[in-house]
């Protein structure tokens, strides 16, 4: 008997190391199938301007749209948002130009390929490509203004990449994931780590937002729900550990993951934007924003 245990013992491990690469060989390439939910029904856009910018393979949907800030004259700045992943730059722009209230900026908001009007497949390489070149076609039409980019949820690992690799003023990053770890941490216990493993090790290095909130030098506002039951608080910390420029936060017990910015919360995302348009050097910050409920739902998820 002891003479066979040792041959049972390296059966088990093979026939485990035998199911790990079967498990390894079908989820291979399936991470953006099951980390995406793209959508292209057309929407309403409420009053936005659509603009397509040719990205690095195919054309890239923007919707812009002003701050009533602007109310008929040049915008001073301009804000990029990255939406959440099941959401729609269609949404995405009207919250953001409502977020930044009376301070002049243009908004662009930026649907993924294979999300709304984008061509291509939805993808999580093709994110960082797409996110990169809708900047550099905003910052042609900015010039010496200051840029901003924003994102919610997964948007913000495309925030960090273009902070990372473009000079940009600031950052404002709602809920931010570090998706490896994620991925790894919460999802992988359920599987043995048998489908989360190889699923995150499909995440491109450029939405490693650990790797580049540490190259980051604008300052960044983070707003961070406390409730948050999709990337749980404890994942928001590590982003906000990583990044390596000056920093406020913006906490809102009670929050969850989809969740506007609060009215408890809104005095102090008020005076952190402010914070953001001084170190900018926009001009003089905006008067204080009274919270307005917003109308419909945006999916930030």
Same mark, same amino acid.
């Given at each position: 008997?002891?003479?066979?245990?040792?041959?049972?013992?390296?059966?088990?491990?093979?026939? *485990?190391?035998?199911?790990?690469?079967?498990?390894?060989?079908?989820?291979?390439?399936?991470?953006?199938?099951?980390?995406?939910?793209?959508?292209?029904?057309?929407?309403?856009?409420?009053?936005?301007?659509?603009?397509?910018?040719?990205?690095?393979?195919?054309?890239? !949907?923007?919707?812009?749209?002003? %701050?009533?800030?602007?109310?008929?004259?040049?915008?001073?700045?301009?804000?990029?948002?990255?939406?959440?992943?099941?959401?729609?730059?269609?949404?995405?722009?009207?919250?953001?130009?409502?977020?930044?209230?009376?301070?002049? /900026?243009?908004?662009?908001?930026?649907?993924?390929?294979?999300?709304?009007? +984008?061509?291509?497949?939805?993808?999580?390489? +093709?994110?960082?490509?797409?996110?990169?070149?809708?900047?550099?076609?905003?910052?042609?039409?900015?010039?010496?203004?200051?840029?901003?980019?924003?994102?919610?949820?997964?948007?913000?690992?495309?925030?960090?990449? /273009? *902070?990372?690799?473009?000079?940009?003023?600031?950052?404002?990053?709602?809920?931010?994931?570090?998706?490896?770890?994620?991925?790894?941490?919460?999802?992988?216990?359920?599987?043995?780590?048998?489908?989360?493993?190889?699923?995150?090790?499909? /995440?491109?290095? &450029?939405?490693? +937002?650990? *790797?580049?909130?540490?190259?980051? %030098?604008?300052?960044?506002?983070?707003?961070?729900?406390?409730?948050?039951?999709?990337?749980?608080?404890?994942?928001?910390?590590?982003?906000?550990?990583?990044?390596?420029?000056?920093?406020?936060? /913006?906490?809102?017990?009670?929050?969850?993951?989809?969740?506007?910015?609060?009215?408890?919360?809104?005095?102090?995302? &008020?005076?952190?934007?402010?914070?953001?348009?001084? !170190?900018?050097?926009?001009?003089?910050? *905006?008067?204080?924003?009274?919270?307005?409920?917003?109308?419909?739902?945006?999916?930030?998820?």
């Amino acid at each position: 008997m002891k003479t066979r245990r040792p041959r049972r013992f390296g059966r088990t491990i093979l026939r *485990a190391a035998l199911i790990y690469c079967v498990v390894a060989l079908v989820l291979a390439g399936c991470a953006s199938k099951l980390i995406l939910h793209p959508t292209r029904e057309a929407i309403p856009a409420n009053g936005a301007t659509r603009l397509q910018v040719l990205g690095p393979v195919e054309t890239i !949907e923007i919707w812009t749209m002003h %701050s009533r800030g602007v109310r008929g004259r040049e915008p001073r700045a301009f804000v990029i948002e990255f939406i959440g992943n099941a959401a729609r730059a269609e949404w995405g722009v009207e919250d953001v130009s409502a977020d930044w209230g009376d301070r002049p /900026v243009e908004v662009w908001a930026v649907n993924y390929p294979g999300y709304g009007g +984008s061509a291509g497949s939805a993808s999580l390489k +093709s994110i960082a490509p797409a996110a990169l070149a809708a900047y550099d076609a905003m910052k042609k039409k900015a010039g010496d203004r200051p840029t901003f980019v924003s994102g919610h949820s997964i948007g913000t690992t495309a925030a960090l990449c /273009v *902070a990372a690799h473009r000079p940009v003023s600031g950052l404002v990053l709602y809920n931010p994931p570090p998706l490896r770890k994620l991925i790894m941490g919460r999802f992988g216990w359920w599987n043995l780590w048998l489908a989360a493993i190889p699923v995150s090790l499909q /995440v491109p290095g &450029e939405l490693d +937002s650990l *790797a580049n909130g540490r190259k980051c %030098s604008a300052p960044a506002v983070f707003v961070l729900g406390e409730a948050d039951e999709v990337v749980p608080p404890r994942y928001h910390q590590m982003v906000v550990d990583a990044y390596a420029g000056p920093k406020q936060l /913006v906490r809102m017990p009670g929050a969850t993951h989809n969740d506007p910015v609060s009215p408890e919360a809104l005095p102090r995302f &008020e005076a952190e934007l402010d914070w953001l348009w001084k !170190e900018a050097g926009a001009g003089e910050p *905006a008067t204080e924003r009274k919270w307005e409920p917003r109308m419909g739902t945006n999916a930030h998820e």
